[in-house]
């Protein structure tokens, strides 16, 4: 295990923690997501984090209970397979309370984390850059302040053995009411200090973002479930080299590069922080730099693994995630990655599948790995960001080629006819562009 900074809390030679699994499936919540998928996927999350799986148990419930999250009969059942599986780790999959967290622990002795603590653990392992690792500091303190008090009496009553430093997330010791306050007190003023340095990364990327929108090149973000194959699509169309794995939240920090389109377009492609089912929307929201992509770009690419079980629950969490962000009136092109996987399916098979998902149905299908469909990908960007240009009938002289060069290469041209002594030309610009064609329009639409 290591903590936010790379450092390891224990040596390698240590076992890996065993893990127990508990879901609830609460009718009242109306989850798209049967529990046992849910649970799945909750596995998917504790093998990222290095933690062995020794067993799961879940329980349908009207709604959760106060005190334990499930119910007290439950509890007991889990306290015997913990027993049975030699559990030193129990991981709920919905999000606890600091006091339900803290009644587990006591009455079942052991730690208590659950999913949002998890995936902090991940983005810890993932932060890559200053700012990510400052962003994730950031959100593991905010979690960790509340649930401060059940460190406390956990590691009290372990005292004598040292107390169990919790992985990852929860690594504090507090051994002391003393001690406790202390540590919150630290834990507020790093607190207020990392929102400080936050700060003065965002004021930086905002000059940034002001020069970028100047040149009036396009920006298309691309989001989409963890693991739908974002990173790959970006390797794909831009030749970056940004990591893509077979595990959750391989990506963290935005990556932007320029892509070439059909038309010899320029535009600025974006990867993002994936998505993922009960993750608080706070937590995306904590990784600023992905929400002010988003929230710049002039289209969003909304990449769904077609070939998952869960493809239409995460389709569903995605457009949710969005519209918690405030982010869902950008438009949006749903790409549907994997379709290598499905053998011999044909364009109109693929169609029926996303229709069946209730997926728009204006789709386009690509393998972002084997580079099928990246054309048509293109070709459709393209005339959606036209969209989203304004409408400029000029006469550019000869002189000004520049400008007939720089409207080729960030806009759209739909007719150029060659009259004396320039071009009488009708088409598309990027807004921001349009000024510096304002003296030479016939009539701008
Ligand atoms: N078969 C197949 N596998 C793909 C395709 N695209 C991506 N993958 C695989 O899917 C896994 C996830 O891909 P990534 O590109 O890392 O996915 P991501 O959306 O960036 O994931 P996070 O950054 O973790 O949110 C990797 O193992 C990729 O090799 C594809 O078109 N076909
Ligand atoms: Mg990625």
Same mark, same amino acid.
Do not use: C
């Given at each position: 295990?290591?903590?936010?900074? @790379?450092?390891?809390?224990?040596?390698?030679?240590?076992?890996?923690?065993? &893990?127990?699994?508990?879901?609830?499936?609460?009718?009242?919540?109306? $989850?798209?997501?049967?529990?046992?998928? $849910?649970?799945?996927?909750?596995? /998917?999350?504790?093998?990222?984090?290095?933690?062995?799986?020794? @067993?799961?148990?879940?329980?349908?419930?009207?709604?959760?209970?106060?005190?334990?999250?499930?119910?007290?009969?439950?509890?007991?059942?889990?306290?015997?397979?913990?027993?049975?599986? !030699?559990?030193?780790?129990?991981?709920?999959?919905?999000? /606890?309370?600091?006091?339900?967290?803290?009644?587990?622990?006591?009455?079942? !002795?052991?730690?208590?984390?659950?999913?949002?603590?998890?995936?902090?653990?991940?983005?810890?392992?993932?932060?890559?850059?200053?700012?990510?690792?400052?962003?994730?500091?950031?959100?593991?303190?905010?979690?960790?302040?509340?649930?401060?008090?059940?460190?406390?009496?956990?590691?009290?009553?372990?005292?004598?053995?040292?107390?169990?430093?919790?992985?990852?997330?929860?690594?504090?010791?507090?051994?002391?009411?003393?001690?406790?306050?202390?540590?919150?007190?630290?834990?507020?003023?790093?607190?207020?200090?990392?929102?400080? !340095?936050?700060?003065?990364?965002?004021?930086?990327?905002?000059?940034?973002?002001?020069?970028?929108?100047?040149?009036?090149?396009?920006?298309?973000?691309?989001?989409?479930?963890?693991? &739908?194959?974002?990173?790959?699509?970006?390797?794909?169309?831009?030749?970056?080299?940004?990591?893509?794995?077979?595990?959750?939240?391989?990506?963290?920090?935005?990556?932007?590069?320029?892509?070439?389109?059909?038309?010899?377009?320029?535009?600025?492609?974006?990867?993002?922080?994936?998505?993922?089912?009960?993750?608080?929307?706070?937590?995306?929201? &904590?990784?600023?730099?992905?929400?002010?992509?988003?929230?710049?770009?002039?289209?969003?690419?909304?990449?769904?693994?077609?070939?998952?079980?869960?493809?239409?629950?995460?389709? !569903?969490?995605?457009?949710?995630? /969005?519209?918690?962000?405030?982010?869902?009136?950008?438009?949006?092109?749903?790409?549907?990655?994997?379709?290598?996987?499905?053998?011999?399916?044909?364009?109109?098979?693929?169609?029926?599948?996303?229709?069946?998902?209730?997926?728009?149905?204006?789709?386009?299908?690509?393998?972002?790995?084997?580079?099928?469909?990246?054309?048509?990908?293109?070709?459709?960007?393209?005339?959606?960001?036209?969209?989203?240009?304004?409408?400029?009938? &000029?006469?550019?002289?000869?002189?000004?080629?520049?400008?007939?060069?720089?409207?080729?290469?960030?806009?759209?041209?739909?007719?150029?006819?060659?009259?004396?002594? @320039?071009?009488?030309?009708?088409?598309?610009?990027?807004?921001?562009?349009?000024?510096?064609?304002?003296?030479?329009?016939?009539? $701008?639409?």
């Amino acid at each position: 295990m290591r903590t936010h900074d @790379g450092k390891r809390l224990y040596p390698t030679a240590v076992p890996r923690r065993r &893990a127990l699994l508990v879901g609830a499936e609460i009718a009242s919540m109306r $989850s798209p997501w049967p529990v046992e998928d $849910s649970l799945d996927e909750l596995a /998917l999350l504790a093998q990222t984090a290095e933690l062995e799986v020794v @067993g799961r148990i879940f329980q349908r419930l009207p709604e959760p209970q106060p005190k334990f999250f499930i119910g007290p009969g439950k509890v007991k059942e889990v306290a015997a397979l913990r027993e049975q599986t !030699q559990a030193d780790l129990i991981v709920f999959d919905d999000e /606890l309370s600091p006091a339900q967290t803290r009644n587990l622990e006591e009455e079942l !002795q052991t730690q208590v984390i659950d999913r949002t603590g998890l995936i902090l653990d991940i983005f810890a392992r993932h932060a890559r850059t200053h700012e990510g690792r400052l962003q994730v500091e950031l959100a593991q303190y905010q979690y960790l302040l509340p649930r401060l008090r059940r460190q406390w009496t956990h590691l009290e009553r372990q005292a004598g053995t040292g107390g169990t430093a919790a992985g990852g997330v929860v690594g504090l010791r507090g051994p002391g009411e003393t001690q406790l306050e202390i540590d919150r007190r630290l834990i507020e003023r790093r607190i207020a200090w990392l929102k400080d !340095q936050l700060a003065d990364v965002h004021r930086h990327r905002e000059l940034y973002r002001q020069r970028r929108r100047q040149t009036g090149i396009p920006v298309i973000a691309l989001v989409g479930y963890t693991n &739908a194959g974002k990173s790959t699509l970006l390797n794909a169309m831009t030749g970056a080299d940004v990591l893509a794995e077979d595990k959750l939240f391989a990506t963290l920090d935005p990556t932007t590069r320029q892509v070439l389109l059909p038309g010899n377009i320029v535009a600025l492609m974006t990867d993002t922080v994936g998505f993922i089912q009960k993750l608080p929307p706070q937590l995306v929201a &904590a990784f600023r730099a992905t929400l002010e992509e988003i929230e710049e770009a002039d289209l969003l690419l909304h990449v769904v693994d077609v070939t998952h079980r869960n493809a239409q629950e995460h389709a !569903q969490t995605v457009e949710q995630t /969005l519209r918690e962000l405030g982010v869902d009136h950008k438009p949006v092109l749903t790409v549907l990655n994997k379709i290598d996987l499905l053998e011999g399916a044909t364009a109109e098979d693929v169609g029926q599948i996303a229709a069946e998902m209730g997926l728009p149905t204006d789709i386009v299908a690509v393998s972002a790995q084997r580079g099928w469909g990246l054309q048509t990908l293109g070709e459709r960007i393209v005339a959606m960001l036209a969209q989203r240009m304004v409408r400029v009938d &000029a006469y550019i002289p000869y002189q000004r080629n520049d400008l007939v060069a720089l409207w080729r290469q960030r806009g759209v041209i739909e007719v150029e006819e060659f009259e004396g002594d @320039g071009a009488h030309i009708v088409g598309r610009l990027p807004p921001a562009l349009a000024p510096q064609f304002a003296r030479f329009a016939r009539s $701008s639409l």
